[in-house]
């Protein structure tokens, strides 16, 4: 299910090594990687390491920074909470000025935590939980990645503005805090844009078999109208519930999040439309000239294109902080991040990010939404939302 993931995993675990000693050169910048190279994790940690690496190498023919060749030390968390903690302390210990961690708050915390009491900036490489940053490291704490809540609220806003959409319905796996959280977005903008919510149901990403909530999705679609459903999980449960939905006859457009992004676990349905995701990348051949070029240049350093859009913003979140530390000429944590913050809508090849003292998340970012059809990822144009998402939203502080 995760085979060209994992291979690209594999292919970043080959170049892992010991950080540093404590002793390393202080000049210039150095970056440390305490994510996973080896374990579950490492599906997802690393091609945005590549990325990551990528970034160096581009940024290092141009100079480096501050006037010296980026370092980058790392150490593999082996998809292990303690392990993460380990590997975080290490970076510090290495002189790592910016530790960069798990794409995932739960298994990236523990070495983001490590970097917040040493008093270094930290970054997940993808996590979409707000705890990921200011709520529950620290504020030198960031994440590269919106919130999930920016995900469903695409999709409603999207299908109410453009589709016409009236009657939705949730189905959320509750595996993970980003699959309730994306659905949190969606049941929050769809109301919001003139839209009913007619139910939501759960599911367990390892239940074999989701017909009840099948049968109950088609008797909402028979009886009340609805015209959408959407569905908030990732491989390999949400394939399987994708799979299940279709054989039953149930053919109303199926919005997810970006979670089910990329064509590696489309075999499982060979002949699906109608199925969409937003991204803010599009591996495939993104309509942006500068990220396909980004695109052709990680092909050609790793022999292939990433697999889904979490490579990339890493990328932009890199490129802020370059701009950070050469405007206040130095790499002291405090200083870099009051720069950051003031940030507002300031462009990246990904499109504007924004921070500010109290959010290290993007909450109002322009997505695309694409079509999964018959083996290939299209995309339909891009969506940024109208509101910012609400604090009680982005929290999930109702009921």
Same mark, same amino acid.
């Given at each position: 299910?995760?085979?060209?993931?994992?291979?690209?995993?594999?292919?970043?675990?080959?170049?892992?090594?010991?950080?540093?000693?404590?002793?390393?050169?202080?000049?210039?910048?150095?970056?440390?990687?305490?994510?996973?190279?080896?374990?579950?994790?490492?599906?997802?940690?690393? $091609?945005?390491?590549?990325?990551?690496?990528?970034?160096?190498?581009?940024?290092?023919?141009?100079?480096?920074?501050?006037?010296?060749?980026?370092?980058?030390?790392?150490?593999?968390?082996?998809?292990?909470?303690?392990?993460?903690?380990?590997?975080?302390?290490?970076?510090?210990?290495?002189?790592?000025?910016?530790?960069?961690?798990?794409? /995932?708050?739960?298994?990236?915390?523990?070495?983001?935590?490590?970097?917040?009491?040493?008093?270094?900036?930290?970054? +997940?490489?993808?996590?979409?939980?707000?705890?990921?940053?200011?709520?529950?490291?620290?504020?030198?704490?960031?994440?590269?990645?919106?919130?999930?809540?920016?995900?469903?609220?695409?999709?409603?806003?999207?299908?109410?503005?453009?589709?016409? +959409?009236?009657?939705?319905?949730?189905?959320?796996?509750?595996?993970?805090?980003?699959?309730?959280?994306?659905?949190?977005?969606?049941?929050?903008?769809?109301?919001?844009?003139?839209?009913?919510?007619?139910?939501?149901?759960?599911?367990?990403?390892?239940?074999?078999?989701?017909?009840?909530?099948?049968?109950?999705?088609?008797?909402?679609?028979?009886?009340?109208?609805? /015209?959408?459903?959407?569905?908030?999980?990732?491989?390999?449960?949400?394939?399987?519930?994708?799979?299940?939905?279709?054989?039953?006859?149930?053919?109303?457009?199926?919005?997810?999040?970006?979670?089910?992004?990329?064509?590696?676990?489309?075999?499982?349905?060979?002949?699906?439309? /109608?199925?969409?995701?937003?991204?803010?990348?599009?591996?495939?051949?993104?309509?942006?000239? $500068?990220?396909?070029?980004?695109?052709?240049?990680?092909?050609?350093?790793?022999?292939?294109?990433?697999?889904?859009?979490?490579?990339?913003?890493?990328?932009?979140?890199?490129?802020?902080?370059?701009?950070? %530390?050469?405007?206040?000429?130095?790499?002291?944590?405090?200083?870099?991040?009051?720069?950051?913050?003031?940030?507002? $809508?300031?462009?990246?090849?990904?499109?504007?990010?924004? +921070?500010?003292?109290?959010?290290?998340?993007?909450?109002?970012?322009?997505?695309?939404?694409?079509?999964?059809?018959?083996?290939?990822?299209?995309?339909?144009?891009?969506?940024? %939302?109208?509101? /910012?998402?609400?604090?009680?939203?982005?929290?999930?502080?109702?009921?």
């Amino acid at each position: 299910m995760f085979k060209r993931l994992i291979a690209s995993a594999l292919v970043a675990s080959s170049v892992a090594s010991s950080a540093m000693p404590a002793n390393a050169a202080k000049d210039g910048v150095t970056l440390g990687f305490a994510v996973a190279f080896t374990g579950w994790e490492a599906a997802y940690d690393g $091609e945005a390491t590549k990325m990551a690496q990528l970034w160096i190498e581009q940024q290092n023919a141009k100079g480096g920074l501050l006037g010296h060749p980026i370092k980058q030390i790392q150490q593999d968390t082996k998809s292990d909470r303690v392990e993460g903690a380990k590997a975080g302390q290490a970076m510090v210990q290495g002189g790592a000025d910016v530790v960069l961690v798990t794409a /995932d708050y739960d298994y990236g915390a523990p070495a983001a935590l490590q970097a917040q009491k040493a008093g270094l900036i930290s970054v +997940f490489l993808g996590a979409s939980d707000p705890k990921a940053g200011v709520a529950g490291v620290g504020k030198l704490s960031f994440t590269a990645n919106n919130a999930g809540q920016v995900e469903g609220a695409t999709m409603a806003e999207w299908g109410i503005n453009k589709r016409g +959409f009236k009657k939705g319905y949730v189905l959320v796996d509750n595996l993970l805090e980003y699959n309730k959280s994306s659905c949190a977005g969606y049941e929050w903008a769809f109301p919001l844009h003139g839209g009913t919510i007619v139910a939501k149901d759960e599911f367990k990403n390892a239940d074999a078999s989701i017909s009840s909530q099948v049968t109950r999705l088609a008797n909402a679609v028979r009886d009340e109208g609805v /015209d959408n459903v959407m569905l908030c999980s990732v491989t390999p449960g949400g394939a399987s519930a994708i799979k299940q939905i279709r054989a039953a006859g149930i053919n109303i457009p199926i919005l997810s999040n970006t979670g089910m992004d990329g064509l590696y676990w489309n075999s499982a349905v060979p002949d699906l439309k /109608d199925f969409y995701v937003p991204v803010q990348a599009v591996f495939s051949g993104d309509p942006r000239p $500068e990220v396909e070029a980004l695109t052709k240049a990680y092909e050609a350093k790793y022999g292939g294109r990433p697999a889904t859009q979490y490579a990339y913003p890493i990328y932009a979140w890199l490129d802020l902080y370059a701009q950070a %530390i050469t405007k206040v000429g130095s790499t002291d944590a405090e200083k870099v991040v009051a720069e950051m913050n003031t940030y507002k $809508e300031v462009p990246t090849v990904l499109g504007t990010r924004s +921070f500010s003292d109290l959010v290290h998340i993007q909450t109002q970012i322009p997505m695309f939404v694409t079509e999964i059809k018959d083996g290939k990822q299209n995309v339909i144009e891009e969506v940024k %939302i109208s509101q /910012d998402i609400p604090n009680d939203v982005l929290y999930r502080l109702k009921k």
